[in-house]
């Protein structure tokens, strides 16, 4: 039986060469491809070299490996929504799984989701079911996906849980553009304020301040003396740097601590819990919370997922520690074979129109449906509340701004006025 040398390209691209026992050159590539290689060129040994051929086939393999994107990497979520909603109608359609991601491999500009869907192709193909493709990715497909898309499996209905899948994640998309809608507006507000009262003490108020030196016997009002001090402090030079950068500095350094600190067990807990307390937006954070909860669990029971593996998937994707810990006190009620509404009720994070749905939906067996009742409403009172938040905000924020732009010039002019009066007179 002759040898055949080949070279040939891996499931992650990289090439390879070699040597390989067969009957004929099919026969060498059906043995190749059972190893998960693809071979880019055979030659039967003693009737020619791979030499030219072989730099050749290196070539085409960098640039099969260029086409067949990178792994390992993380996407855009609305990137992976999109592709789920791709995937979804492919299979409805009545394409195979593994003919849809080829398809969709072939077309997907993104390098990592390109070279992450061939990969997924490439294990399919190789035997391994869909879930266990997925659970390879761990960065790009969380546990909530894999699980969804087991039950979808399990239960021969993957078409219906990847659309599912793809409406979970629009929805939960559209939630968070509108919460970060809200947030947006005042963070870009006190950034302008902020720049505005730095430009002014550094540049204009010490204009002001020499003029005033230069009028002898000149009394200067309160205000402007603390604007004038203020300005002299900013500008002071006690290490290199003006006072102003220091201070700048010192914020960012205090806001980078904060941030660290609230990655500790400690820290996240009490983050989590000023979130839903605070003013104007705690009502936001818990409304959100409720809802992604209700739309989580909802979607998983409804998928197939089982109730107490459904409940650890969505205690991990809270996004909220005290609503993880409530969550993780239902799981425990329901591993104990009691209802869900008890330790709901006891965590007092939940509204009571949740728990009385929720009780509803368990006394008729319609859970599941009731949950994501539950999420559409919540979708709805959030978007109600960041409405009516920018509403509020813009007219305070833009009070806000004025006023403290219009201390800065009443302190620089009223001294102004002083002075002409005093002439007059």
Known sequence: MPNFQYTAIDQQGQPSTGTVQAGSEAEATSQLRSQNLYPTGIVEQGKGSLGAAGKKAASKARGRKKARGTTGGRIKPKV???????????????????????????????????????????SVQ??????????????????????????????????????????????????????????????????????????????????????????????????????FGFSEFMMARPVILPNAVWILGGVFLVYLGFQLWGRTKTGRNLVDKLKLRIPLFGDIQRKSAVSRFSRTLGTLVTSGVPILQALNITKETAGNVVISDAINKVHESVKEGESIVQPLRASGVFPSMVISMVDVGEETGQLPEMLLKIADVYDDEVDNAVTALTSVLEPIMIVFLALVVGAIVFALFLPLIKIIQQMQQ
């Open 126 to 227: 190789g035997g391994s079911t869909f879930s266990e493709s997925l659970a390879q990715h761990p960065k790009i497909f969380d546990k909530l996906y894999v699980n969804m898309v087991k039950a979808g499996e399990l239960g021969g209905v993957l078409e219906v849980v990847l659309t599912r899948l793809a409406e979970y994640q629009e929805k939960a998309h559209k939630l968070k553009n509108k919460i970060v809608a809200a947030m947006v507006y005042p963070v870009i507000v006190m950034f302008i304020a902020v720049a505005i009262v730095t430009f002014l003490m550094l540049f204009i108020v010490p204009k002001f301040k020499e003029m005033f030196n230069d009028m002898a016997g000149a009394e200067l009002p309160k205000i402007s003396q603390f604007v």
């Open 80 to 122: 992976l929504m999109i592709f789920t909603r791709q995937l979804a109608t492919l299979i409805d359609s009545g394409l195979p799984l593994l003919r849809g991601l080829t398809v969709l491999g072939k077309q997907e500009p993104n390098q990592v989701l390109r070279g992450t869907i061939n990969s997924l192709a490439d």
